[in-house]
T-cell receptor, first 109, second 112 residues
Framework: KQEVTQIPAALSVPEGENLVLNCSFT??????LQWFRQDPGKGLTSLLL?????REQTSGRLNASLDKSSGRSTLYIAASQPGDSATYLC????????FGEGTQLTVNP | EPEVTQTPSHQVTQMGQEVILRCVPI?????FYWYRQILGQKVEFLVS????????KSEIFDDQFSVERPDGSNFTLKIRSTKLEDSAMYFC??????????FGEGSRLTVL
């Protein structure tokens, strides 16, 4: 059974800082890995999708990496802004999509 | 930009009542999913649907739950006899192939 873990559970940083969110998974037989953002009481917004054959994807200030063999992915956020405050969820896609518990990010002005 | 839409956004019901949550996936997508998120907890897989049948379901998706794609556009989740612990946000999602999964805004179910 796939287990997905995200570290840290919560993170508070000053505006402008670069930061890294971590995701690990137990079964490396995955199709894809997807990072989402969730604002309080809202749905899930897709940020980046990494195919299993890829090692990283970039979108604007976001960069996600994938190391299947070690069961890890990182989400790098450059020059963080208060609007980046949200919960970031990592989801591993095998036969189903399994979510981690998320990292709650607060960027302080 | 195409999106997954869900209705209602919030439903309040009495324990034991039947509830139907509706979703309109993105039109050319082939795979459909229901997930739920109990307040303060992680997003949990309920069921996946492909080619007009359930392809996988979780331990949560017991006989009280059912899904249907009654026409070419809607994808519904029915809870036959709601329990207090069914209170959660229910998310519908769809994808075309092996690509990105798109989620709706969710339907909040409150069981009293």
């Amino acid at each position: 059974k796939q287990e997905v873990t995200q570290i840290p559970a919560a993170l508070s940083v000053p505006e402008g800082e670069n930061l890294v969110l971590n995701c690990s998974f137990t079964d490396s037989a995955i199709y894809n890995l997807q990072w989402f953002r969730q604002d309080p009481g809202k749905g899930l917004t897709s940020l980046l999708l990494i195919q299993s054959s890829q090692r990283e994807q970039t979108s604007g200030r976001l960069n996600a990496s994938l190391d299947k063999s070690s069961g890890r992915s990182t989400l790098y956020i450059a020059a963080s802004q208060p609007g980046d405050s949200a919960t970031y969820l990592c989801a591993v896609i095998s036969s189903r999509l399994t979510f981690g518990e998320g990292t709650q990010l607060t960027v302080n002005p | 930009e195409p999106e997954v839409t869900q209705t209602p956004s919030h439903q309040v019901t009495q324990m034991g009542q039947e509830v139907i949550l509706r979703c309109v996936p993105i039109s050319n997508h082939l795979y459909f999913y229901w997930y739920r998120q109990i307040l303060g907890q992680k997003v949990e897989f309920l069921v996946s649907f492909y080619n007009n049948e359930i392809s996988e379901k979780s331990e949560i998706f017991d006989d009280q739950f059912s899904v249907e794609r009654p026409d070419g556009s809607n994808f519904t989740l029915k809870i036959r006899s709601t329990k207090l612990e069914d209170s959660a946000m229910y998310f519908c999602a769809s994808r075309k192939g092996a690509g990105e999964l798109f989620f709706g805004e969710g339907s909040r179910l409150t069981v009293l």
